[in-house]
C-alpha cells in the first residue's frame, strides 16, 4: 500500500532555519533506523519521493546526497537509490555545505565582486583573464575535468575588487567546493555527466569588465552562477548521467571505428 502523502517533518528540537532537504533526510533517516527498509532494498523513485513528501526534485536530490555522503544509501546510476547500511543508535543525520548553497553564496559574492573589478581592474590583469579564458577552453578538451583555469579565473576577478575580505570570502568558497563531502561528491556526479565550465559565460564576464560596466559585470556573473546551478541540477538527474555516459561510450566507439578506417 502506498503511504500517504506528508510533508517533510523535523523532529521538535530542530532548528527552525533548517532547510527542507534536511528534514527530509532526517525524515529518510528515521524509516532507515526504525527498519522500514533492509539493507539492499531499493528507495522509492525520486519523482515518488517528491510527491509522498510534497517537496521538489531538487530538495529530494540533496537530500539523498546527504545520506549517500554518510554511507547510507549508494545511488547506482541508471538504476537508482539503494540501503548501503542502517543506523546504528550512536548514529544521526550529518550535513555539510552542500553545493547548491555553495552557488547561492557565490552568485551573491562573485557577482558583487565582478561590479567592483570593473572599476578597478587593471589592463594587464585583462589581458590575464582573457589567456585563462583560451584556458579554460583547452582544459574542457582535456580529460580528468581539470578546472584550474576556470579557479584562477575566479580569484583574479577576486584579487581585482582590490578587497582583501572579499578576495578571502570568494577563496573560502573555492576551499568549500572540495573540502565539503557533499560538494565534492556532487561535483563528482557533474564530472561523469561531462558538465564543464562554459566558455562564452566567461567571455561575458571579461567582456562586460574590459567595458568597465559594473552593472554589465554583475549581470554577466550572476547569470554564470545561475547557469551552473542549473547544470549541477542536470547533472543529479539519473536519466541525464546515464544518458551522458551512452554519449560518451558511443563517441568512443565513433573514434576506435574511424582509428581502424
Known amino acids: 500500500m502506498a503511504r500517504q502523502k506528508k510533508s517533510a517533518s523535523a523532529p521538535d528540537n530542530a532548528l527552525p532555519t533548517e532547510r527542507l532537504y534536511q528534514k527530509l533526510a532526517r525524515d529518510l533517516f528515521s524509516d532507515l533506523a526504525a527498519g522500514r527498509y533492509a539493507i539492499g532494498d531499493r528507495l522509492p ?5 517528491s510527491i509522498q513528501y510534497n517537496v521538489s526534485r531538487p530538495a529530494v536530490r540533496e537530500a539523498m546526497i546527504a545520506l549517500e555522503v554518510q554511507g547510507f544509501i549508494e545511488v547506482r546510476i541508471g538504476s537508482g537509490a539503494y540501503v ?31 561590479a567592483l573589478a570593473a572599476v578597478h581592474i587593471r589592463a594587464e590583469e ?5 589567456r585563462l ?29 582590490r578587497n582583501a575580505v572579499i578576495r578571502s570570502q ?14 565534492a561528491l556532487l561535483l ?18 571579461l567582456d562586460a569588465l574590459r567595458a568597465r560596466d559594473p552593472s554589465a559585470a554583475r549581470a554577466a556573473m550572476r547569470n554564470h552562477m545561475s547557469s551552473v546551478i542549473n547544470h549541477l541540477l542536470f547533472a543529479t538527474e539519473e536519466e541525464a548521467i546515464e544518458a551522458a555516459r551512452r554519449n560518451v561510450a558511443s563517441t568512443r566507439e565513433r573514434y576506435a571505428r574511424a582509428a581502424q578506417l
Open 133 to 161: 579564458v583560451n584556458e579554460i577552453e583547452h582544459e574542457n578538451r582535456l580529460s580528468g575535468g581539470s578546472t584550474h583555469a576556470d579557479h584562477a579565473f575566479h580569484m583574479l576577478i577576486a584579487t581585482a575588487t
Open 188 to 205: 563528482e556526479k557533474a564530472r561523469t555527466a561531462n558538465v564543464q565550465p562554459v566558455v562564452e559565460e566567461h567571455k561575458a564576464v
Open 170 to 183: 570568494v577563496e573560502e568558497m573555492w576551499r568549500l567546493r572540495s573540502a565539503s563531502p557533499n560538494c
Open 84 to 114: 548501503r547500511a542502517l543506523p546504528g543508535e550512536a548514529d544521526a543525520p550529518g550535513f555539510t555545505v552542500t553545493a547548491f548553497e555553495l552557488m547561492e553564496a557565490r552568485l551573491l559574492i562573485e557577482g558583487e565582486a565582478a
Open 45 to 49: 523513485a525520486e519523482r515518488e519521493l
Open 126 to 130: 585583462l589581458d590575464e583573464l582573457e
